[in-house]
Structures are given as C-alpha cells and as structure tokens.
C-alpha cells in the first residue's frame, strides 16, 4: 500500500460550511489490495466508502470536515490492510474552523436636504475583520427611495469593500 500524502491539509474553512479534500491509495502489488477497515479517530472528519484495490490501480480516498468551533483541529485516520509489509497506514489531517467578522463604517448615513427627483450617494466600508471569507448575500433597503450598487458581495479575510448608498427621494 502506498498513499499520496501522509498529511491532508483542510486549511481554513468557514464555520457552517464544509470542505471536501482527498488522498489517494495506490496498489503497486500482483494482488488485490483489500482495506479491511479505515478508522477515524475524529467524527468531525467523514470519509467515503472503500472497496478493495485491484492490481497495479489506485482509489481516490474524499475526506469531508465541518468546524463545529473557531480554531485547529487536528487528527488521523488508520487504514488497515492486507499489505503484508505494511498493514497499517496513518493519515494525518488538520483543519482550522474560522469566523469572519463584518465591521460597518460609519454606523449611520445623512443625505441632508435633497430635491425631489435628484440622486445623492454617500459611501460605507464594510470590512471583515475575521478570517475566512466573509459572504453576504443580500444587501437590501427597507426603504425604495435607497438603494446599493450591490446585490451581494463576498469580502476575503482583512479586507474592506466600499460601497455606495444612493438615496433618490420620490
């Protein structure tokens, strides 16, 4: 038995999301490579099925991980083989679970006196001061006569996206 990597890195993901990565297990023996069981030592790590490995091919192994929590979390997986000279075969796994976090300057906007008909428009920041992506899918007013020049937007890590606010009395 042989594997791709000994170390599946998740890197950053995003609480509430999940991502998928994978490793792979080659066969270079003249017999069928059977894995008699793969063992998790974390639940929060799911991985596939596996069936056994015919002669001379190879197996693409998907690992998917949830953050439940902010920070790294750390741990292996166990494949148990019929390879005599090797059947056990560890495969570490790491992952950090993130958070972004929206920061929205200034707090509050005044368009000061407008004619009916015109169009003024002043600018906000909307920083992520978090890590990870920070996604948001709707930018909307509860009044008509303000709108953005934004449906949605997405605002990687440390990062600042202006936008404007158009305020057209009618």
């Known amino acids: 038995i042989e594997v791709s990597n000994t170390l599946v890195d998740f890197g950053n993901i995003t609480l509430q999301t999940s991502k998928e990565n994978s490793f ?24 596939n099925e596996i069936f056994p490995i015919v002669i001379k091919s190879y197996k693409e192994i998907k690992i998917k ?11 292996k997986i166990i494949i148990y083989s019929n390879d005599l000279s090797k059947p056990m075969t560890e495969i570490q796994m790491r992952a950090i679970g993130v958070t972004p976090d929206i920061f929205i300057l200034p707090s509050s906007l005044n368009f000061g006196d407008i ?18 992506n920070l996604k948001i899918s709707s930018i909307k007013s509860s009044n008509s006569n303000f709108y953005l020049n934004y449906e949605s937007l997405e605002i990687p890590s440390k990062q600042t996206e202006n936008i404007k606010v158009f305020f057209k009395p009618i």
């Open 24 to 47: 792979t297990i080659y066969n270079k023996s003249v017999l069928d490579l059977k894995i008699s069981k793969i063992e998790v030592f974390n639940t929060l790590f799911e991985i």
């Open 65 to 75: 991980f949830q953050p439940l929590n902010i920070g790294e979390v750390s741990s």
């Open 115 to 132: 004619s009916l008909g015109d169009t003024v428009q002043l600018p906000i920041s909307i920083s992520n001061l978090g890590i990870g």
